[in-house]
């Protein structure tokens, strides 16, 4: 359905096991109509998922715990088609018996990233020629960059100087994701202020109290006071002009499976610093867009912003090769090469 970001018109059902029945009302992706949300109801889900699942031609699967359905509708219904997205975290892991017995009725599993793709061929034996990339793509309706310049209010509110240095990671605090890497760029900024106290290091997104604390212990052994603030929450009307006051996102994390925070920032126009050991290393294109560094070493991350820094510059991201990649319409083109079963993706290198 073309409406619906498809070149072709094909009839979608968009079915939710988690969401409420309203979930899809106002929502801007995709009219309430085509949507139906269970609630948590699993039996439900389940069961309306393979009557529909029977007639369908193709069932895309969000996510493995999904599984069951689509093995259901196998059963009943050979000929469908099934794709499974792989993300990450969630199939880095030793497979269950029955996931593993289930897994076999995809007809294609589609990975977020290479890094994904190569870890789940390697880790559960699957078979290469069902595997392909797909990688995300830039939120259609995010908000248009702008001319870079540093919002005046978040500057007050934050206490920034116009000659200050402002690095940015944007996203949840707290123990579980300190994979992300932010405790490096702490320890690695306590010893760059020594020869630059202009160094700012903006934490964005809500955080878990005893996460704050641990950070706080961070930025207190490392007489970082004066140079980290911690915004919490972050509005989705203050996103654009957040990345906007930055001059580096950095996120040296171990755990992406794809990383889109770090597409967002280069959409804003602001260079990035990742980690060369998960799935960023895509959403850098292996370095053509930004600066990929070793992770969890405090002196490899004091290097990278050392180099950006120096050269900034040289790292601003090339806006016309991120599109290509990563905007929707490559997505939505990608996409359809995907659904075409007796084509399937032959630009799988260019994913």
Known sequence: MHEYGLEKDLPVRIMSMHDPKNAAINNKYFPAEIFEGYNATKFSFVKNAVKQGKKSKIVILSHINLLLAAWLIKKV???????????????????????????????????VSSFTKDKIIALHHLPKEICFVLNNCI????????????????????????????????????????YKGYCFVLEALGEMIQTNSKIKYLLAGSYE?????????????????????????????????????????VMPSIKEGFGIVFVEAMYYGVPVIAANADGSSDALLHGKLGLLTEPESTKAVKEALQKMISNHDAYLPNHNLLMENFGYETYKRKLAAELNFENPFASENSA
Not at 158 to 176: P, Q, V
Not at 212 to 228: C, F, P, R, T
């Open 77 to 111: 219904s050979p000929t469908t088609k099934v794709i499974l997205l792989a993300h990450g975290i969630e199939v880095w892991q030793p497979l269950t018996a029955t996931q593993k017995m289930m897994v076999g009725c995809c007809d294609k599993i589609v990975s």
């Open 139 to 178: 939120d259609p309706f995010l908000e248009k960059p702008k001319q870079k310049s540093r919002n005046p209010i978040l500057m007050e509110r934050y206490g920034f100087k116009s000659d200050d240095i402002i690095l940015i990671t944007l996203t949840r605090f707290s123990r579980r994701d300190r």
């Open 209 to 249: 109290m005893s996460e704050k604390n641990h950070l706080d212990e961070i930025v207190l052994k490392n007489n970082l006071q004066s140079n980290v603030v911690f915004t919490g929450f972050v509005q989705d009307e203050e996103l654009a002009d957040h990345f906007s006051l930055a001059d580096i996102y």
